[in-house]
Nanobody, 114 residues
């Protein structure tokens, strides 16, 4: 299992980013996917989650300005974040779980300047 995130970078507050996670994984369409983030000195927290049935949930901090989506044909999950804020600065990680095993990507850094 390999998860590779991309799309991070330095962006001004108020702008948007679209993160991608390409998954080298079998039966991608059968499993939920998630995005987490970890800011410096803080714990890793859930940002958004999408089920195999395309149901989505969001952290309160990003609700209303973020959209998680998936393209099962491309084994890819996306996170569109709009109206970015400096407090969105973090490393963003892609995640999936198979049984008792958690799989993580290496992360992509998002830095939002004020």
């Amino acid at each position: 299992v390999q998860l590779v995130e991309s799309g991070g970078g330095l962006v001004q507050a108020g702008r948007y980013l679209r993160l991608s996670c390409a998954a080298s994984i079998s039966a991608f369409d059968l499993y939920a996917m998630g995005w987490y983030r970890q800011a410096p000195g803080k714990q890793r927290d859930i940002v958004a989650h999408i089920s195999r049935g395309y149901s989505t949930t969001y952290a309160d901090s990003v609700k209303g300005r973020s959209t998680i989506s998936r393209d099962n044909a491309k084994n890819t999950v996306f996170l569109q974040m709009n109206t970015l804020k400096p407090e969105d600065t973090a490393v963003y990680y892609c995640h999936t779980k198979r049984g008792t095993y958690d799989y993580w990507g290496h992360g992509t850094l998002v830095t939002v300047s004020s």
